[in-house]
């Protein structure tokens, strides 16, 4: 069975930092060295709708970036540990959504999802 699991989230105050993180399971060793092999970061603020935030192929290291967060979020993946990072510098009171992984990088690819994590950034 194929599980992503957020954590990491919490409240903070705007200009300060978090680091989330996606542990997967349930994959093939096959699926985790393809190049194509994805995990990306999606968010969803009260009363919007879902927006990806990052992307990565985890075997070539491939990023993708919203422009909302580009130089102020990294993706990282530890493939030895099965899991996603993404760390969240210069948060603003804008970035306080429930952070879902997912095993796609478009919301209209089909894929597995985490149940997610919430940030709160206070202003």
């Known amino acids: 069975e194929v599980q992503l699991v957020e954590s990491g989230g919490g409240l903070v105050q705007a200009g300060g930092s978090l680091r989330l993180s996606c542990v997967v399971s349930?994959?093939?060793?096959?699926?985790?060295?393809?190049?194509?092999?994805?995990i990306a970061w999606f968010r969803q603020a009260p009363g919007k709708e879902r927006e990806g935030v990052s992307c990565?192929?985890?075997?070539?290291?491939?990023?993708y970036y919203a422009d909302s967060v580009k130089g102020r979020f990294t993706i990282s993946s530890d493939t030895n540990k099965n899991t996603v990072y993404l760390t969240m510098n210069s948060l603003k009171p804008e970035d306080t959504a429930v952070y879902y992984c997912?095993?796609?990088?478009?919301?209209?690819?089909?894929?597995?999802w985490g149940k997610g994590t919430l940030v709160i950034v206070s202003s």
């Open positions: 349930g994959f093939t060793s096959d699926d985790f060295t393809s190049d194509d092999f994805t």
């Open positions: 997912s095993s796609v990088c478009s919301l209209t690819d089909r894929g597995y």
């Open positions: 990565i192929k985890t075997n070539i290291g491939l990023t």
